[in-house]
């Protein structure tokens, strides 16, 4: 089992920025990849970002590339998000996840773990 804890999130304002950390606790050997999906009011959760553990190749959802970045510190099992220009659409709950496997990140079956969540509000 991987355990994640999420922190960093809040309420903003349309423009401004926000960092979200993840920290992963457990059998770490079974990351392969990390990420961060998202869930707005009465919506799905759709994927943001990932990033491979060994290599750090990173992967974006299109309403992310250009605003968002996702990096990760090996020596922490930490995972981050930053996010720019935030938007009053960006709003929602942010989960951290994990794959211990390659596979596509966008399916949110293929998740093998996921954090409790943290809420991220973009007021206009």
């Known amino acids: 089992q991987v355990q994640l804890v999420e922190s960093g999130g809040g309420l903003v304002q349309a423009g401004d920025s926000l960092r979200l950390s993840c920290a992963a606790s457990g059998r770490t050997s079974m990351m392969y990849t990390m990420g961060w999906f998202r869930q707005a009011p009465a919506k799905e959760r759709e994927f943001v970002a990932g990033?491979?553990?060994?290599?750090?190749?990173?992967y974006y959802a299109d309403s992310a590339q250009g605003r968002f970045s996702i990096s990760r510190d090996n020596a922490k099992n930490t995972v981050y998000l930053q996010m720019n220009t935030l938007k009053p659409e960006d709003t929602g709950v942010y989960y951290c996840?994990?794959?211990?496997?390659?596979?596509?990140?966008?399916?949110?079956?293929?998740?093998?773990?996921w954090g409790q969540g943290t809420q991220v509000t973009v007021s206009s």
């Open positions: 996840v994990c794959y211990e496997g390659p596979r596509p990140l966008s399916n949110a079956a293929n998740v093998g773990f």
């Open positions: 990033i491979t553990w060994r290599e750090g190749k990173t």
